[in-house]
Every structure is written in C-alpha cells, then in structure tokens.
C-alpha cells in the first residue's frame, strides 16, 4: 500500500503520485498534508530545501479547490522565475488527472500581456514572483480578491531579496478570511512579521529544529589566504574527479569571473546569475541536469531555482552577506535521502563566522587541509585506474588493434601501464610542483592572528581605524571609495563604515575580524599605477583623529608614487572608471597561470 494512501489524498492525486514514483511522504508532506486537508488553518511550515515542501502545499491545495470554477482561488508567491516556473510543473503534473484545473506562471522576464491573457482564459492556481505580481495587480490584469488559499514559498528567501512591501500590498489586496501557508527555511524576524500581521493563530510545522541544516550534510571548511581562493576552489575539485557541484560566489561579476577561470582551465562549468537572459538560464539549467555541466557557478538569488537531486558539494567560495542564507545554499545538496558534503573557503579575517553559522545549523564544521600535489595525484590516478577497469570496450577497436601493437612494439605490460597512466600523472604534477600555496596554521576559535607589527587598536563599537593613502585627488568620494574597498575586499555591504576622504588620503572602519584581510590585500595592489599603502590607525576610530594621523604621517621621508608623492609625479587624473550598476570596477592585477592541467571533458 503506497503510504501517501493514508495521508487522505483522494484518486486523481493518487494516480498522479503513482506516475511519479513516489511511495512514501517526507517528513514535511507527513505532517502537512493531513493536517491542511482536515482543517481550514494558516499554517508555519519550517523545512530545510529539498524536504518535498512542493508537495506538501501542492497535495492539499488541488484537492481543496474547485475546478468547475474557473476563477482565481489559489495565489502561490515564490521568489524567483525559475523557482515560479519549477512550482508550476509541478503542481501541473500533480493535477495531471484532474479535468478543468489551469495553473499559470507570473514572471518577470516574459510579456505581461501574454501572461494576462493566458490568468484571463481561467487560472484556478497562479504562481507568481512578488514583482510582477504587484505588477499585475497594478495593471488590473488579475483579480485575487476573492482567493482562498495563498502560499508563500521560501519566504525568507523573498524578505531577503527585498519583497517586503510587494508580499504586504499583495497580501492586502486578499480577502481577510483566506488560508494563508507558509513555507520556510528559516524564521528570522521579518517572517514572523509577515505571520504575525496576515495570519490568524497559525499552526506551526517543524521538521527537525527551527533553522536547523539537513543531517544528510556534512560541513566543511577550508582556511586560505584572501588571494588563493580560486587556487583552493581548483584543487577541491581535482581532489573530486566525480565532483557534481554548485559553486556560490556573492556578486554576479564573481560568478562570471570565477566560471570562466574553471572553463578556461577545462572543466565543465558554467554561470548562472541575473545577468542572463531567460533562455541562456534555461540553457545552463538543461545541460546542468544532463550532468554536461560538471560545476556551476551562481549567486544566490539565481540558485533559488535549481532543482537537482544528486548534486555531490556544494562549494562556498564566498560566504553569504546573511549568515542565515548559508542554510539556503547547503540545502542544495543531501537531498531525496541521499548524502552530500558543504564546503566553506574561509579567510582567517572570516573565521568566526564559521562558529556563528554551527550555531544556527545545529550542526559542526570539520577543518580540512588544502589537498597538496601529491594527494590529488593520487587521487586522480585510481580515478583513472577505476574508469579504465569499468569501461565498456566497443567491438570496433579490433579494426584497429594490429596498428596500436605494431607503434607500442616490444614494450612491456609494466612499461605500457606507466606511459599511459603517466600521461594523465605528468600534467598534474608538473602543475602542482609549480604551486605554492601555503597552507595556514589552524587556530582556536576567537585566538587573535594579526600580521600587522602591533595589535590592532579595537574601539569600543569593535572596529579598527584604517589610514589609506587614497583620497579625493585620486577622484574619489566616500561613495566611491566605499565601493571600491568593499569589492577591492570582498566585504559585506555593513562591514565597511566611517569613510572619511581628504584631499591625499582617507580613513576608514571595518570589524577587528577583517583587519589582516585589509592589510593584506590594499598592501598588494595598485591603483592608477600607484602602490596602495594602509595602515591601522592609532587614534581611538572617530572621525575627529584625521588630522592626529596625517601629522604622524607628514614626519616620514617622502617616496615617490606612494603617499606623499608630489602632484607632478603623479600620473594625471582621470575618472574612475564604473560598471553597469555604478560600482567602481575593482582593480584587477594581472596573473599567470602557467602550465595549468586542463580538465580532460
């Protein structure tokens, strides 16, 4: 007896269960579905990603409508297109034998007038990203005031995308005596905002504990200096010839980059991020699922919409602004009962996030050592040593056999396996002999490591004053400068504060956590053709220190190009150049990779 039989789910759901293959309800469905079909309630359901919460809400939600009426009566709200148009398959094909139900899809990226057409055929069921909801709304194109159920999926996910006030005009523009269902990974205080305003007395579902990872998961992480972690990313992944994975950077100019590094280098890899049209996401997204991508690389508002099963990592190559969202990205692996492995590249200035984040898991890290040479080498050749042993032979080859032993001649079976495993063995070692990347020392949690030649002095708000040999001659303003040091150090939007900029130089805050980062890469860089010089300053981390410091400054001999060079041997001023979005371009220093061994694809 198939178990979804007792939940209550009638014939033409049963069916449509039966087709796809599913036997037995997850957790989540478990506890959902009865409890929706035999109650007109508002529900909480906290459930990791990849916990069947498709399901749970889809089941019920056919079941109750009518589908004679041919009006709207169910309002889905998720966060992004891909996600909208993956929750639209599937509640189309769990209605499969159910005559007269119509589901459409509301999604920015698409005519709105098509979509309006297709709402004003009959749409019993819409799903729908927030924007172009409101949109439709906006417009007159869609009627919701007489819905009785709405479900908002991943909804922290849609509160941290900045839905807020779409989600709250939407939901006003319901009737006050609807169903309301949410769905969520985590309850962070804008979701409870949402349930405590537009939901009465909500009954909540718990599948393991609030906020809790999948146990099906197992964390890692991985300590690197600021400027090797594509060097780390790229030996994780020699380290795991069958690696299946999705790559998570912060910003889509990163997820680029960092793709065409891994293309360049002859993996299968790819990008995926908002900058891409709808038929270039789709594209990457059909070849990711054929497994023709091995590594994809994404940010997190375009990952929202991946739905694959056996994806093996999940890499962090940076953490989230959002601690909380880490739970979102390690959610894409362990799923359907199967096992996966979350890795974190982590600098030594990020290290305490690693405690905050097994706080909210619930869950321990393991530290692991970077993979030196010679245990990739290893790796890669039993690797090689098991494909060879597994392959199929095509009859075919026997046309050419007497071609093959006649150009081997008399070498011998233990000089044939060495030249042809050497072939693979050789471009990696030789790679790896030229790779130096140091492996950093571990530490206690919290211990303080700074290579600056005095600790950092800590003001009473827990930040570190900076002396910066760029100001407003260099054509920059807080803003800019701002921007600037925030990409230029790949911070979180919070954790660069008080810019102070001056004629010839500037100050600024960060965490104590983030000083050696700081210090360690604007000491390394150029700009405009001129070294960059910071310092941490002595003053106490208020604005008012500026002139202290500069005076300190002006007793030092003066060099040329760095601070304190005279205007005329400065190189003339010019603008600073922005991108797309009116960020400053950070400053790119050119690298040679060598002798790379590529990926054989």
């Not at 007109?40 to 990849?50: C, E, K, W």
């Not at 040091?485 to 954790?495: F, P």
């Not at 600024?508 to 700009?527: C, G, Q, R, Y």
Request: with cysteine; aromatic share 6%.
């Amino acid at each position: 007896m198939n178990k979804f039989e007792e939940l209550g789910l009638n014939e033409s759901l049963l069916s449509a269960i039966q087709d796809l293959g599913f036997e037995t309800p997850s957790e989540v469905q478990e506890k959902a579905i009865p409890l929706l079909l035999q109650q007109d309630t508002d529900i909480v359901a906290l459930a990791q990603t990849g916990t069947g919460k498709t399901a749970a809400f889809g089941f019920p939600l056919i079941q109750k409508l009518d589908p004679n009426d041919r009006s709207t009566q169910a309002l889905i709200l998720s966060p992004t297109r891909e996600l909208c148009l993956q929750i639209t398959n599937e509640i189309k094909q769990y209605s499969k034998y159910v005559k007269g139900l119509h589901t459409v899809a509301v999604y920015g990226g698409a005519s709105i007038t098509e979509q309006a057409r297709e709402v004003k055929r009959g749409a019993q069921i819409i799903v729908a990203t927030p924007g172009r909801m409101q949109d439709m709304i906006n417009r007159n194109y869609v009627n919701i005031k007489n819905i009785q159920i709405c479900v908002l999926d991943e909804a922290d996910e849609m509160l941290n995308m900045g839905f807020y006030e779409d989600i709250t005009s939407i939901l006003s523009d319901t009737p006050e005596e609807k169903n309301t269902w949410l769905f969520s990974a985590t309850m962070p205080i804008e979701v409870a905002r949402i349930a405590k305003e537009f939901m009465k007395k909500p009954q909540e579902i718990t599948v393991g504990h609030k906020n809790q990872g999948s146990v099906n998961v197992t964390h890692e992480y991985y300590i690197a200096g600021a400027r090797d972690r594509y060097s780390v990313l790229k030996r994780l992944a020699d380290m795991n010839p069958d690696i299946f994975s999705v790559i998570f950077c912060r910003t889509k100019r990163d997820t680029q980059a960092v793709a065409e590094k891994l293309i360049e280098d002859g993996y299968n890899a790819a990008a995926l991020h908002g900058d891409l049209s709808q038929a270039q996401r789709d594209s990457v997204m059909k070849a990711f699922r054929g497994r023709q991508i091995q590594m994809l690389v994404a940010t997190d508002v375009a990952a929202r919409g991946i739905d694959v099963d056996d994806i093996t990592h999940v890499i962090n190559y940076q953490l989230p602004d959002e601690i909380e969202t880490y739970n979102h990205r390690s959610g894409r692996t362990g799923r359907a009962g199967k096992t996966g492995t979350s890795i974190v590249i982590v600098t030594k200035s990020e290290y305490r996030k690693i405690s905050q984040i097994e706080r909210i898991i619930k869950n321990k890290f393991i530290e692991k050592p970077i993979p030196s040479g010679k245990e990739i080498c290893e790796v890669q050749l039993i690797h090689l040593a098991n494909k060879v042993k597994e392959v199929n032979v095509d009859p075919e080859i026997e046309n050419y056999l007497p071609q093959i032993e006649a150009s081997l001649g008399d070498i011998t079976k233990e000089e044939l396996i060495k030249k042809m495993f050497s072939v693979e063995f050789n471009r990696f070692i030789e790679y790896y002999k030229k790779q130096d990347i140091l492996q950093p020392q571990g530490r206690e949690r919290g211990e303080r490591d700074s290579r600056n030649s005095r600790e950092p002095r800590v003001s009473n708000d827990g930040s570190v004053r900076y002396f910066l040999n760029l100001g407003s001659r260099d054509n920059f303003d807080w803003m800019s400068l701002k921007d600037f040091l925030r990409d230029t150090l790949d911070l979180g939007r919070d954790d660069l504060f008080k810019v102070d900029v001056k004629e010839g130089f500037s100050f600024f805050n960060t965490d104590a956590e983030h000083s050696e980062k700081v210090i360690d890469i604007l000491n390394n860089i150029n700009h405009e053709g001129r070294r960059v010089n910071v310092e941490i300053s002595t003053s106490d981390g208020g604005r008012n220190s500026s002139r202290r410091d500069h005076n300190r400054r002006n007793d030092r001999p003066r060099t040329g190009g760095g601070f304190g060079a005279k205007s005329s041997d400065r190189r003339p001023e010019r603008s600073f150049r922005r991108n797309s979005d009116d960020r400053p371009l950070r400053n790119e220093r050119s690298s040679t990779r060598g002798d790379r061994p590529r990926r054989s694809k």
